[in-house]
């Protein structure tokens, strides 16, 4: 894997924040068969320390390859990605854990075997704090792998993930197979966890009306191509609705991203310039702000109606 450890002090985001994984020029491409596709193309961004940042996209937009070459189960095409060289992990460098879809437990054994086997294959293990989230939904410990429930099974991956003391956690659709309050207390019990440790946590879902109060910082794909990435209420801040009469163009400035007709109605959602206050718009025109699930949608729509991976 091409993966680099940054010299000296970590660079600093654009939040302020230390950087704790730069993704540079990255990519996959896929080749046999009639296939010889870019599953994931030229996608550069940051992650910083301490944030949770969401992955979201369409089935098939990348976010499983994207985490499975972060988390070195794949080897990229094209492009790199650096760690810092002192982190949580010490000296030694920050560490990435990844909790996959499928959920790789040994079906026969246990729940006290399969710690037995994460504190022997990672170099730093905290077996309490395995045993902390495990005990917080009541797991058995003496209980069959292939015996617990998908649900279950999550939790001792969690359990697992959480054990080996990641400075970044890397999560591919976590709670898709909780009920949902499991799955409102799994993401209350990460976001703790996040923010006791400073852990960095980058989660995949397409569930994108979870996100709000849970992720702070965005990333968008759409066909293997990132189309948006940085902090959420940044990005929401930078782009807002117009909503009026029937018409052509929006009645004030920024580049419109997406527009929506009646007959009697438009609404335009834009991304307002970057020098100014936006002035104020006539009656009967008004403005609103945009909320993450309607920024999200815009931005796949206009790639679907453009039939192209570029936003």
Not at 56 to 67: D, E, P, Q, W, Y
């Amino acid at each position: 894997m091409n993966l680099k450890l940054a010299a000296g002090s970590d660079p600093a985001t654009t939040d302020g924040r230390d950087t704790v994984l730069t993704v540079t020029g990255l990519g996959k491409r896929y080749r046999g068969g009639r296939d010889n596709t870019w599953a994931l193309r030229d996608c550069s961004f940051t992650l910083p320390a301490g944030s949770v940042t969401a992955l979201v996209g369409m089935n098939g937009a990348g976010k499983t390859t994207l985490l499975s070459i972060l988390a070195g189960l794949l080897t990229p095409t094209a492009g790199h990605l650096t760690l810092p060289s002192t982190g949580q992990g010490g000296a030694d460098g920050a560490r990435i854990a990844f909790v996959a879809q499928e959920k790789p437990l040994y079906r026969y054994f246990s729940v006290a075997d399969m710690l037995q086997v994460g504190a022997r294959l990672n170099r730093v293990w905290d077996q309490e704090r395995a045993l902390r989230w495990l005990r917080r939904f009541d797991i058995p410990l003496d209980r069959a792998c292939g015996r617990l429930s998908g649900g279950q099974q999550a939790q001792v991956n969690f359990a697992i993930a959480l054990g080996s003391r990641p400075s970044v956690l890397l999560l591919d659709e976590p709670v898709s197979t909780l009920d949902p309050l499991a799955r409102s207390e799994v993401t209350a019990e990460l976001l703790t966890e996040a923010a006791d440790t400073g852990m960095t946590v980058l989660l995949s879902t397409h569930v994108v009306g979870e996100l709000v109060g849970v992720a702070d910082h965005l990333l968008l794909l759409a066909k293997g191509r990132l189309l948006a990435a940085g902090e959420i209420d940044t990005l929401l801040e930078n782009h807002l609705h117009y909503v009026g009469p029937r018409a052509d163009v929006p009645p004030g400035p920024g580049q419109v991203v997406w527009a929506s007709h009646t007959d009697n109605q438009s609404v335009f959602l834009v991304r307002l310039p970057e020098t100014g206050p936006v002035p104020p718009v006539d009656a009967p025109w008004t403005t609103r702000p945009v909320t993450l699930e309607e920024f999200v949608l815009a931005q796949l729509k206009k790639v679907r109606t453009a039939g192209e991976g570029e936003a």
